[in-house]
């Protein structure tokens, strides 16, 4: 039985807790939940984190959100999310925003001064070149941040394409990136989703293939139950999954674990590999 990341002092037993007996100790590479924050107040973003913070590896404050902030609310929850060993970071919308303004580079050294320990990288709204996306990520890695960037288009009818997702995976890890997140949006309608959210497991089983080595640094935006169901079936429990609520983090977890009738029996299927 690989190593559960139980929470701390949890009297269940690690038979109980992960009877898929896939989910590995917690490393900030295996399985990661990546949290959007539309807008939480300090003190339920602290009643979050003290439940379910062992599952969650990321937090990212939504869209142009950061820019709304009380400076010392902002402070408050920078502090606390790193307290837990969270990277925290602005959403790529305020970064490309930000970059119509000013420069990558003092866009990354502002954020790192204010508190954030990661940064996301995005073109998804306004165009973005592959020289200054590289430059960005260079800048985002000197300022001394985890740099997490986004593949896809923001427009409804937005689907990702095969050959451009590779390449820019490839390229932007080169650059420096940690992972690349694919872009759903938090409505899970564009990228490897159809307009009623449908998902493409063709399309995802033929990238992970071809992405190799570098499959496990793909993150898949999935704010749906059912999207969240579709990937832990394809590709394991220990996918990358982004745009989870808090309030949803447990019940991703529970799916993952195969706590949850969804995915008890395909995970209970599934050979176990070895952890990192």
């Known amino acids: 039985m690989l190593e559960c990341f139980n929470h701390p002092n949890r009297a269940i037993p690690a038979d109980w807790s992960d009877p898929s007996g896939h989910r590995c100790a917690k490393t900030h590479k295996s399985g990661l939940t990546m949290v959007i924050d539309k807008g939480t107040g300090l003190s339920a973003f602290r009643d979050s984190l003290e439940l379910a913070a062992p599952y969650i590896d990321i937090c990212k404050l939504g869209f142009g959100t950061t820019a709304l902030y009380p400076p010392d609310l902002l402070q408050h929850k920078l502090q606390l999310a790193k307290a837990y060993g969270l990277h925290i970071m602005p959403g790529g919308t305020f970064f490309e925003i930000a970059l119509r303004k000013t420069t990558s580079l003092s866009y990354m050294k502002t954020i790192a001064k204010l508190g954030f320990n990661a940064v996301e990288i995005s073109d998804g709204t306004f165009p973005l070149s592959a020289q200054l996306r590289r430059e960005a990520i260079v800048a985002g890695v000197e300022a001394g941040l985890t740099v997490y960037t986004e593949f896809g288009k923001k427009t409804a009818l937005y689907r990702a ?16 990136a940690s992972h690349v997140i694919v872009e759903a949006r938090e409505s899970g309608t564009v990228g490897v989703f159809d307009q009623e959210g449908k998902f493409d497991e063709h399309f995802v089983l033929d990238i992970v293939e071809a992405a190799k080595a570098n499959r496990d640094r793909l993150i898949w935006e999935a704010p749906q139950k059912e999207q969240q169901v579709s990937l832990i079936q394809t590709l394991g429990s220990n996918v990358h999954l982004g745009n989870i609520a808090y309030h949803d983090v447990l019940s991703v977890e529970t799916l993952r674990r195969g706590l949850r009738g969804d995915t008890a029996v395909s995970l209970e299927k599934r050979s176990v590999a070895p952890c990192e």
């Open 161 to 176: 394409e095969r050959e451009e997702l590779l390449e820019t995976l490839s390229l932007d890890l080169a650059a420096g």
